[in-house]
Every structure is written in C-alpha cells, then in structure tokens.
C-alpha cells in the first residue's frame, strides 16, 4: 500500500506539468463551468475573469450587474468588498462548488485532457490514488471563478501553485483568493487556496492586475 505522503508527493511533482498548461486548460476550465467568452474580459495571461455576477435567491450576491453573467444553483460566492476604487489588503473572494462527474466529462472534453486517472474507474482503481480523480487544472480552475468575482476587470499576471492533496470526484470545493500586498498600480499580490471541507488541496499566489470597468458599463 502506497503511503499517504508518497501519494502527496507524487502529486505535488506532477504539478509542475499541470502549471505549464495552466493558460489552455484553464479556459477549458471555463467551458466546463458554463462561462464562455460572452460574460468574461480581462483575458491577461490567456485567462478569463468575469467583470460581474449574480447568485440565486438564498445565497451570497455581490454588485448588481450591469452585463449579463452566468447564475448556478450549485455555486457560492462571496466578497468584502463591492468596489474596485476600495480594494484593501485582507480583502477576500469566495467561490464554492462541487466537482461532478459532468465537470470531469467536460473539462476532458473541453481540454483535451483524456488521461484515463480521470475517466475510467477500472484503470484509477489500481492507481496509488485508489479511483478516480479530478483533473490538477480543473481544480485550480476555481481561483479564476474567484478571481472574476473581484469587483473590476482582473487580469493574471503571475500564478505559483502546490496540489496538496488529489481531488475525488464529488468533493465540494472551495477557493479563496485574499489580497496579502498592495503592490501599487492597481497590481495586488493574492493568497489563492482551494480547499474542501477538511483539507486544502491547493496554495499558493497570484499577482493580478485590477483594472476599473470600461466607463460605459459602469455608467449603466
């Protein structure tokens, strides 16, 4: 039986692979989450990040919109700050969901990415990880659904990631992204995590550059 701390280190090798093709997959990321192009700007780093959101009634809202966006009832969110012009050091945005069977379908899809450890429960099952996994990039994936949800246009401009621990296949997840540096120029260094109820799974840091709305949608 492989150790718990071989299977981690294991896993934490393999990200160096996964960060290198972070600026495709995490498009493909998108795709699978239902977000296409149409809602998103701020395309820095070839990653996409929503300039608006809304959520269903009962759950966490931020700004009203002034462009269409993409509402789920299996998603959460949360933010402590509404304006772009007051982003302050400890300032933080949530993004929840779980990942299902379809995510993993369409993120293989999406990317390309049809790496059996993924897809098929007989050949995971006689893996050190014991069954099916989710895709690193899918998960990581998360950081840019919180980072579309801070209020402005945020563009990528550096992303250092660990993968902590794998991801089973119906784990609810959580990121946060929270502003640790002020770096001047509308340019902040973030805390990006994504963890699941008891564990975290993914750390690491993002330099983002926030930019205001275009005046034409902030006017509306």
Known sequence: MT????????WSRAS??????????????????GVSDTYTTGHGNGIA?????????GESTTAEPSIPSIAHERWTTDRTVDEQSAITVGDAVTFAKPIDESDVADFASASGDTNRLHLDDSFADETRFGGRIAHGTLVSGLISAALARIPGVTVYLSQDLEFVRPVTV?????????????LGGDRYRL?????TADELVVTGEAVVLIDPLPESVATN
């Open 170 to 182: 119906g784990d609810e997840l959580t990121a946060t992204v929270e502003v640790l540096e002020d």
């Open 16 to 33: 160096d692979h996964v960060v290198a093709s972070m600026r495709e997959a995490n498009r493909a990321t998108l795709a699978a989450f």
């Open 49 to 57: 990040a929503e300039t608006t959101d809304t959520a269903p009634a």
């Open 3 to 10: 150790s718990l701390t071989e299977t981690i280190q294991a």
């Open 191 to 195: 805390e990006t995590i994504v963890e």
